[in-house]
């Protein structure tokens, strides 16, 4: 294992923000940290990165303790956070040769321009100052900076943050295909659920401070919402009622309903009875989402925390 984290611990003003965390990442992998504001995501992060000290626990990154030996964990990581750090007067191009001296990088203006296009930033952009760029334009240099450093483990926490979609997708795309080339181990926070599917093996869900569940993305939700549903739209301005016990809820919107559904081996059936009873225009059945599973997960555990029961 290339990331070993045991019994991490970590108070803030009396706050336990990490209450005794455990996990293992292996050399090459794509691990996600998911969780509410809050849950102690980016705390995790900064532990592992050198940025903070724990309370209690230990944390190696490729043999090395982050407490007893910070500075040879700091040449085998890079952290991109959503906070960008460059010199507002100086250019692009300035900033990012500055950076390359401090990591010792030859050949920086080549992958600048290279991983720069390929994130929408043309040479143009890059001739500019960092105080004519927008947020989006100066996250993505942010990636940039970060990305032609080559560190065999990258730590992202919150990387898209301030872009929009299209870029989203583009740096997504871009990671995915620097992974596959490069066996970089990466851990992996995000609030955009797309990504994480997309790019992580397995993910941790962190919440008020613990990991409650680990796993790769499509067995947590089969695990955690193991219903599948129907989703169908209507050509008429009527309401829609099953009654089946088959049946958890049913969500609307306008015309549109979801079918969540306890039993999916009548799935077949109650298509059936859908088409009997109202007018439909397109129907199609689907594996409820990563972000619907881990909302009811995150609700889950906040019942239990309460006291309360469960929706199993």
Known sequence: MVIKVSNLRKEFNGTMALDGISFQVKAGEVFGLLGPN????????K???????????????????????????????????????FYRRLTAYQNISFFSKLYQVDDWKEKMENFGQRLGLEKEDLEKRLGDY??????KLNLVRNLIR????????????????????K???????????????????????????????????????RITSVGEPKALKK???PMRLIEFTTTGKDGFELSDEAVD????????????????????ELIEKIMKTVRVSDLSVKEPTLEEAFIRHTEEEESKSKGGNTWM
Do not use: W
């Open 38 to 45: 809050g849950a102690g995501k980016t705390t995790t992060v």
């Open 47 to 85: 532990i592992m990165s050198t940025m903070l000290l724990p309370d209690e626990g230990t944390v190696e990154i490729g043999g090395y303790d982050v407490v007893k030996d910070p500075k040879k964990v700091r040449e085998l990581v890079d952290i991109i956070t959503a906070r960008d750090k």
């Open 134 to 139: 927008s947020t989006g334009m100066r996250q």
């Open 150 to 169: 080559d560190t065999p483990i990258l730590f992202l926490d919150e990387p898209t943050l301030g872009l929009d979609p299209v870029s989203s997708r």
């Open 171 to 209: 740096f997504s795309n871009l990671l995915k295909e620097i992974m596959e080339k490069e066996e970089k181990t990466v851990i992996f926070t995000s609030h955009n659920m797309y990504e994480v599917e997309e790019l992580c093996e397995r993910i941790a869900i962190l919440n008020e401070g």
């Open 223 to 225: 695990r955690i919402f």
């Open 249 to 268: 809820h049913i969500e609307s919107e306008g015309n549109r309903f979801r079918v969540y559904l306890k039993d999916g081996t009548r799935i077949h």
